[in-house]
């Protein structure tokens, strides 16, 4: 079973960074497509970044020229997501998930809040 394992969540003032990682079970090129997506209280989960195997990139509308979505297939096997210039409104709950074909896989999730 692959296992997906999200880190670097936490506390920040807005206007600040974080980087969030996604450690997987195995080599993420055998993944057709990997992706954050985040959830807030009340609101449906939504879709944040996508990467393909082939490295094509896309992006929220909110998001875009903010976060960064990128991956190490060398040893690390690590998805990462870059956040800067973070607002209140990014607070939720990440996720990161992986499809092989249509097997579809989710880590538990990581909390990012936004405050002052």
């Known amino acids: 079973q692959v296992q997906l394992v999200e880190s670097g969540g936490g506390l920040v003032q807005p206007g600040g960074s974080l980087r969030l990682s996604c450690a997987a079970s195995?080599?993420?090129?055998?993944?057709?497509?990997m992706r954050w997506y985040r959830q807030s209280p009340g609101k449906e989960r939504e879709l944040v970044a996508s990467l393909s195997v082939g490295y094509t990139t896309r992006y929220a509308e909110s998001v875009k020229g903010r976060f960064t979505i990128s991956k190490d297939g060398g040893f690390k096997n690590t998805l990462y997501l870059q956040m800067n210039n973070l607002q209140p409104e990014d607070t939720a709950v990440y996720y990161c998930?992986?499809?092989?074909?249509?097997?579809?896989?989710w880590g538990k999730g990581i909390q990012v809040t936004v405050s002052s």
């Open positions: 998930n992986a499809n092989i074909w249509s097997r579809h896989f």
């Open positions: 195995e080599n993420v090129f055998n993944f057709n497509y």
